[in-house]
């Protein structure tokens, strides 16, 4: 048997330590439940029917939007218990651990049981459902609340690891957590269960999942770090609630400007718009939440950083990873950009859309690049605690993302709408860069950073335009989407090659091939016994 693990000081160790490895598990945990999705849907769709399913897609919006402020209270968390990682103050990592989960318990508590109670209202009043089966939806919306308490929980109990720089952990642990959840109601529809019985179903798998990400994580932590419950200030409980309630009141507003051009369209244009735009612009969410998940990272490391004392070179880090999401994000975005007419036709919408629906995804997969700089800052504010000024950035963002739409929306219709996204975008964006650059990091002259911009307009450029290039020409849409996307890889690569050979900080191929050999290092890895020190 181990001998037991005791709480030890650490040493200061590079920031860069582990990151790649924690980029490449969060995409990991983006991407598994995206793909269990992908094949479930079908299978719960074509044993409930539409109408059922409609009833177990109305339990999930209704999570949804009750369950939101428990994410950023979790969230908000993870700052407190980076910054006493990085003093070594184990005490008050568990107390951060303790109040954390007791803010968003409240929280969840609270959205749980407005849930259970409003039922009858969202059955009869909110949603449109017919009379028969009302009944049964207040039934689903009431053990939904009850699957909702559960989830907001294990979400808090997974955030945990990434405050000690083990994103990936806590990113898989969810990923786990919401296939475990997603597969077992797809097997309980596959039993014949209704409606109900699948979500008393998912609702047990939620809590089990929660027990295990408890027991994760006092295995993964030094013993002690979790247990046992010594008790919390109320300064240490009301810190953390009131930093959590402004990520809250930053991220309902983040979502209201995100969500503008879709309001607008709806009110302006009415539902044959409100089609072309919205299947568009979903493709353009999947690019941001793959950015969100390659900068998760920085937010712990930004608190770690703060408290410790290593400014600078979380100033370099925060400049590579601005550079790294622009190019990953340009990447996606120039392969949509090349074939976006032949995507939408092999999704089977493209005879259903517009033909400016084309545009429309080209456009708002540019405004998605334009995003990369204001995730990282995102990131980088809320880690130094600054969550007034996500509150401040994401009310502007309602402004100088919203006027620009409603201006160009009533000269060019839906494209309008699609264009002004985008400029309103790269006003806000790259405002709240080069503000977090000067008055977060303190860089007296943030503007150089602007060439890291101009040299993935140049690499975008090569990219998107490269199909276009008369080789290889093919009709078939499927044929033409793979051509389109290897000359969009040459062209993109070529112009990323020459310009990281004139200045290799603003393309990232060292990072690219530090990236791999990671990855080639730990798949060929030799498996050796963990033995733990007396």
């Not at 839906?414 to 790269?426: D, E, K, P, Q, S």
């Not at 690219?512 to 020190?533: C, D, H, L, N, Q």
Request: charged fraction near 10%; proline fraction near 6%; aromatic fraction near 8%.
């Amino acid at each position: 048997m181990n001998p037991p693990r005791e709480l030890l000081e650490r040493e200061p160790e590079p920031l860069e330590k582990g990151l790649r490895r924690n980029v490449l598990g969060s995409v990991a945990g983006w991407s598994i439940p995206v793909v269990v999705n992908l094949v479930s849907i079908p299978i719960l769709l074509r044993h409930l029917g539409a109408s059922y399913y409609g009833i177990l897609t109305l339990v999930t919006i209704a999570s949804v939007y009750l369950g939101f402020l428990a994410g950023p209270t979790a969230s908000g968390s993870v700052r407190f218990m980076a910054t006493a990682y990085a003093a070594g103050d184990w005490p008050r990592f568990r107390e951060s651990v303790h109040a954390g989960l007791l803010a968003a318990g409240s929280v969840s508590l609270l959205g749980s049981g407005l849930m259970f109670t409003a039922a009858p209202w969202l059955a009869t009043r909110f949603f449109t459902v017919p009379q028969a089966e009302i009944p049964l939806t207040i039934t689903a919306l009431r053990y939904g609340a009850v699957l909702l308490l559960f989830t907001s929980l294990w979400n808090s109990v997974a955030a945990i690891p990434s405050a000690v720089r083990r994103v990936d952990v806590s990113s898989l642990m969810i990923a786990g957590a919401t296939c475990a959840v997603n597969i077992s109601g797809v097997v309980a529809a596959l039993c014949g269960a209704g409606v109900v019985r699948i979500v008393q179903t998912q609702a047990v798998f939620s809590a089990a999942s929660g027990i295990a990400g408890a027991v994760v994580c006092h295995w993964f932590l030094p013993r002690g770090a979790l247990l046992p419950f010594t008790g919390v200030s109320g300064e240490q409980f009301r810190s953390q609630f009131i930093f959590g309630g402004q990520l809250s009141a930053g991220q309902l507003l983040s979502l209201l400007h995100l969500q503008i051009d879709r309001v607008i369209v709806a009110m302006k244009l009415g539902p044959a718009a409100v089609a072309a735009y919205g299947v568009p612009a979903r493709v353009g969410d999947q690019i941001s939440a793959l950015l969100g998940r390659i900068t998760a990272p920085l937010y712990p490391l930004a608190a770690e950083a703060h408290a410790s004392g290593m400014l600078e070179s979380y100033r370099r880090l925060y400049a590579q990873a601005v550079v790294n999401s622009l190019w990953v994000a340009g990447l996606i975005a120039s392969v949509l950009i090349g074939s976006s007419a032949q995507l939408l036709q092999i999704w089977g919408v493209g005879k259903a859309l517009p033909p400016e629906s084309a545009t429309i995804l080209s456009l708002l997969a540019a405004a998605n690049i334009a995003r990369a700089p204001g995730v990282v800052a995102y990131q980088c504010g809320n880690g130094f605690g600054r969550g007034r000024l996500y509150i401040a950035q994401a009310g502007l963002g309602v402004i100088l993302v919203g006027a620009p739409i409603g201006l160009l929306i009533t000269r060019m219709g839906v494209t309008g709408a699609a264009a002004g996204f985008l400029i309103g975008i790269i006003l806000l964006s790259t405002f709240y860069d080069l503000y977090t650059r000067r008055y977060v990091l303190g860089i007296r002259n943030p503007f150089p950073a602007l060439a890291g911009y101009a040299s993935i307009i140049l690499i975008t450029t090569a990219g998107s335009c490269a199909p276009m290039l008369p080789i290889l020409p093919v009709h078939q849409a499927f044929l033409a989407v793979l051509r389109g996307a290897a000359l969009t890889l040459l062209g993109y690569g070529s112009m990323t090659a020459v310009i990281g050979s004139i200045n290799p900080a603003l393309a990232p191929l060292g990072v690219i091939r530090s990236t791999f050999s990671e990855a080639r290092k730990f798949v060929f890895r030799k498996r050796e016994p963990v033995v733990f020190a007396s």
